[in-house]
């Protein structure tokens, strides 16, 4: 399968400062990308969607201004959360697919921990 | 809107022990139905995609049936590897047979296979 490569895997920031999350396809062009959030035994829950050159559509509920997303290349998008609290402590996920080159599937980051003290 | 469940939440079994794990969906319009195995702390792993009913996949030990209504991840004589979180998820179409192209998952299986 198509390889997305998810970076920091983990990361620890103080509240109030802002963390940066980069999703990369590695072998395929990503037309679309798509940033879950995951609570402890729970399932993934998308966040928005992103298409590459255009602006993110965000979920119900989701606060544009807190979670910014960017994805100015087919191999690059990021997930910036901005000015974060010890309740944006969860896993984030990307995934990316391209409905042109691989059909329906989408393929996922390794996700990344975030924890805000 | 569409909706995906997935039963049992957790399921125990002995090496060897071959069950199921079932997927209920409804959608408008189904585009794919997708399994993803996930190991605690890390992302989703690609396992099936089904497209109609009827259809069937295998990979080792795993098989994914579907049907208008469900899907089934049947695990055959099960190793202690095989242990992780099963996940289910629909793509949808809208109008015009398009597809969003985002997921709808189920809550997921938290499957054990004891040696």
């Known amino acids: 399968g198509a390889v997305v490569s998810q970076h920091p895997s983990r990361v620890i920031c103080k509240s109030g400062t802002s963390v940066k999350i980069e999703c990369r396809s590695l072998?395929?062009?990503?037309?679309?990308m798509f940033w879950y959030r995951q609570f402890p035994k729970k399932s993934l829950m998308l966040m928005a969607t992103s298409n590459e050159g255009s602006k993110a559509t965000y979920e119900q509920g989701v606060e544009k201004d807190k979670f910014l997303i960017n994805h100015a290349s087919l191999t690059l998008s990021t997930l910036t959360v901005t000015s974060a609290h010890p309740e944006d402590s969860s896993f984030y996920i990307c995934?990316?697919?391209?409905?042109?080159?691989?059909?329906?599937?989408?393929?996922f980051g390794q996700g990344t921990r975030l924890t805000v003290v | 809107e569409d909706q995906v469940t997935q039963s049992p939440e957790a399921l125990r079994l002995q090496e060897g022990e071959s069950s199921s794990l079932n997927c209920s969906y409804t959608?408008?319009?189904?585009?794919?139905l997708f399994w993803y195995r996930q190991d605690p702390g890390k992302g989703p792993e690609f396992l099936f995609t089904l497209y109609s009913a009827g259809e069937e996949k295998e990979k080792e030990r795993l098989k994914a049936t579907l049907t208008k209504k469900e899907s089934f991840l049947h695990i055959t004589a099960p190793k202690p590897e095989d242990s992780a979180t099963y996940l289910c998820a629909v793509q949808g179409l809208r109008a015009g047979g398009t597809s969003y192209g985002k997921l709808t998952f189920g809550q997921g299986t938290i499957l054990t296979v004891h040696p």
């Open positions: 959608v408008s319009g189904l585009r794919g």
């Open positions: 995934s990316a697919t391209n409905p042109q080159g691989l059909g329906t599937e989408a393929f």
């Open positions: 072998d395929f062009q990503a037309t679309t």
